[in-house]
């Protein structure tokens, strides 16, 4: 797992594409202001959801990086409303950016977004958390949904 891209880059990279692929390829828009403003609520919101559960991975002392195991099981604030509030905070952002830039092609990229996380780090994220928590861990997932 040495050189392994981890979900912020791919975040970044399809923010940037989507936003690239409507300003050289403007299509027409399916959202009019000023309801396409409300994407900005979401932005706000998946921005909110991402720092909070940064800070209680701080304050729990524990990881947010795939290869390396976690020290504590996070359950409170965001985590109780989501197994993985980063990647829901982070999808969130692409969907506002989705409304604002208001093109059908936008929605795509938070759609190939869900999907990378879960092809490439949930279920292992979720068998790591399982190895070093057991049955405290299982005992979670049965009560937070995995996305919301």
Known sequence: ??????PPTYFIA???VSILF???FPTEKIIF???N??????????GIINIWADMLFKKGKT??????????LITLGPFALSRHPMYLGMTG????????????????????????????????????LEEAFGEKYKEYKKKVRKWI
């Open 37 to 46: 403003y409300l994407g900005f609520i979401l932005i706000i919101l998946g």
């Open 22 to 24: 409507n300003l050289s």
């Open 93 to 128: 952002i692409l969907i506002g950016i989705a409304i604002i830039q208001a093109t059908l092609i936008s929605f795509i990229f938070p759609i190939i977004f869900v999907i990378l996380m879960e092809i490439k780090f949930i279920k292992t994220e979720e068998k790591n």
């Open 63 to 72: 990881t947010v990086k795939l290869n390396q195991k976690p020290s504590s």
């Open 14 to 16: 399809l923010l940037v």
């Open 33 to 35: 202001p000023p309801y």
């Open 1 to 6: 797992m040495k050189n392994q891209i981890f």
